[in-house]
């Protein structure tokens, strides 16, 4: 279902149609109510600025986000995703300098660091991630050394990609236990990242996640161009 200019007046019709009409038209009864609680989630998830202070999230809820956030697709199954959670209020303060004073830094209950390993593909365990077979892994070992042993750009993103799908799957977890977030990158990596004592060589930031009870909504709402807009058949066209 394409949103059509003309069709209707707001990207907001159009979602709103699409969860009392299109799923319902479409859709068998398990995969609609799939589908609409995926829609409902997209929609709701929005950058917020402000997060009230006091919000602690159980250390259960976090875990929860973060084991089903590891579900996110990856290269090879590499998972190159790794997770700072910023902890100590004097390390906080430090990174509020960094991100200029942003109010998401000092406010938000959870501050995690999202970052991409590019070495992630030589880890020790990493095939065993992919077979239990000890010849499997050896050949699979072998195979990852052959790709990325001597592409350092091809390391990076990969890593950057896998990074970033976990990033966003993070945020639809908080989402759905109704926790908000705010994706930043409006600060000095070289800063954050020393820090946060980081091997620049092996390991660099892809964002920060801020998370917790927003204290209102954004103002920008969910104005998105139409999908008619940005897909292409067959190749890019202006």
């Not at 917020?48 to 259960?60: G, L, M, N, Q, S």
């Not at 065993?128 to 195979?143: T, V």
Request: contains cysteine; proline residues 4%.
């Amino acid at each position: 279902m394409l949103f059509i200019e003309g069709e209707y007046e707001t990207i907001e019709d159009w979602v709103a149609d699409a969860d009392t009409g299109y799923f319902k038209r479409t859709k068998p009864g398990s995969q609609r109510q799939d589908a609409a609680m995926l829609s409902k989630l997209l929609r709701k998830r929005k950058a917020y600025k402000r997060f009230h202070a006091e919000c602690v999230i159980p250390e259960t809820d976090v875990e929860y986000i973060l084991q089903q956030a590891s579900l996110s697709p990856s290269a090879f199954n590499i998972q190159h995703w790794r997770v700072i959670r910023v902890r100590r209020q004097a390390l906080r303060n430090e990174i509020l300098k960094a991100a200029w004073n942003q109010k998401q830094i000092s406010e938000a209950a959870e501050i995690l660091v999202v970052c991409a390993d590019k070495k992630a593909w030589a880890s020790p365990g990493m095939p065993f991630c992919h077979s239990r077979n000890p010849q499997d892994r050896a050949a699979f070992a072998n195979m990852l050394r052959s790709i990325y042993a001597n592409n350092p750009a091809l390391e990076r993103d990969e890593a950057m990609r896998s990074a970033n799908l976990f990033a966003m799957s993070v945020m639809l977890i908080a989402e759905s236990l109704d926790y908000q977030s705010c994706p930043m990158s409006g600060f000095n990596y070289k800063r954050v990242s020393e820090l946060l004592q980081l091997d620049e060589g092996r390991v660099e930031i892809a964002m920060i996640l801020a998370i917790g009870k927003g204290v209102s909504q954004p103002e920008t709402g969910k104005r998105r161009i139409p999908t008619a807009r940005f897909t292409h058949e067959d190749k890019y066209r202006d």
